[in-house]
């Protein structure tokens, strides 16, 4: 019961901010364009902040498990390619193509990971989320911005793709994350308090967007992808990932945080990176919407499934 009241207290804030993205749009306030710039204004400033700072507040440290490190990335890009592959194969609409597939890899892993490994395993499972937070997060996004570019539709340029790659606004705010992180800089208290206070409201933001966009039409004309994005992303990919993990032999802090990395429901930057590559936005908010909804079943099972495992 402990489990499932975690995942109710992680997922309700975010049900609210969409459902007052709900309640606005019935209230005629926002229209599609307005929508629309808000969700590039989102992409382009609030998530890169919000990423700059994940990586340069990330406290690597004695927490730093490089093994641990190597196969959560291997598994990360495995279920990207996966995906990629049968979304590829099986998808014929191209704009749907990378939508369906970072629904399926990417996960919500801010928001959910710390809040999901420090209740299971205190603060030995944050320190651990952290160190991964640092190389997971990059990842994530420079695979989804991949997954975008290389299904845009006739042959691929390698050098084109790579420069739109180098300058996406979140892979930059991610390489410069990691060279300020590293490098020992510090950014001025004069700067650094507003702009945490941007980063901070990019996910509320994006999720009141991400209400105002959602439609019951558009969801059961989705239904197909939309149900098989869900169900891959809170269920096959975690119990696949944590699985081999399992294994392999991880136990206690470990396991906390790569429940949260691989269980973790559809990113919340899904919908306006859609939007801003030429994917399917309706679609990607709907997976997110939907994904983050049915987290709070799915996170309560694998917490209680694999504590009678004694894996934590």
């Known amino acids: 019961m402990q489990s499932f009241e975690l995942a109710f207290n992680v997922v309700v804030p975010l049900v609210v901010y969409m459902a007052i993205g709900v309640i606005i749009k019935l209230l005629g306030l926002f229209s599609e364009d307005t929508l629309k710039e808000m969700n590039t204004v989102i992409f382009k400033v609030f998530i890169p902040i919000s990423l700059f700072f994940d990586i340069y507040n990330a406290d690597l440290g004695a ?9 959560t990335l291997a598994l990360v890009t495995a ?13 014929p609409d191209r704009a749907d193509v990378p939508t369906v597939t970072q629904g399926i890899f990417r996960s919500n892993t801010v928001l959910f990971g710390t809040v ?12 651990v989320m952290a160190a991964l937070l640092a ?9 989804a911005v991949i997954g975008f570019e290389v ?4 042959k ?3 050098k084109k793709t790579l420069l739109q790659i180098a300058k996406n606004p979140l892979v930059l705010a991610c390489v410069l994350g990691a060279i300020v992180n590293l490098t020992g800089l510090k950014i ?16 509320p933001l994006a999720l009141v967007v991400l209400g105002g966009m959602l439609s019951l039409r558009s969801m059961v004309s989705h239904k197909g992808r939309l149900l098989t994005a869900v169900f891959c992303r809170i269920v096959a990919v975690p119990a696949v990932c944590v699985g081999i993990m399992a294994l392999l032999g991880y136990r206690g802090a470990a396991m906390a945080a790569l429940l949260a990395v691989f269980g973790s429901p559809t990113a919340v930057a899904s919908t306006p990176m ?7 936005a309706r679609l990607a908010g709907e997976i997110v919407a939907l994904s983050t909804v049915l987290s709070v079943v799915t996170i309560f099972l694998f917490t209680a499934a694999m504590s009678s495992l004694g894996l934590f």
Do not use: E, H
Not at 63 to 71: D, E, F, G, R, S
Not at 116 to 127: F, K
């Open 63 to 71: 927490a730093v498990q490089w093994p641990l490190m190597i196969w």
């Open 79 to 91: 279920s990207f390619l996966v995906a990629l592959f049968f979304c590829g194969k099986f998808i």
């Open 116 to 127: 999901i490994s420090s209740s299971i395993s205190g603060d030995s499972g944050s320190a």
């Open 135 to 143: 190389v997971v997060v990059p990842l994530l996004n420079i695979l």
């Open 151 to 154: 299904t845009r539709g006739g």
């Open 156 to 158: 691929v340029d390698v």
């Open 188 to 203: 001025p208290p004069i700067l650094d308090k507003p702009l945490n206070v941007l980063g901070d409201m990019a996910s």
């Open 274 to 280: 859609a939007q801003a590559l030429g994917g399917n």
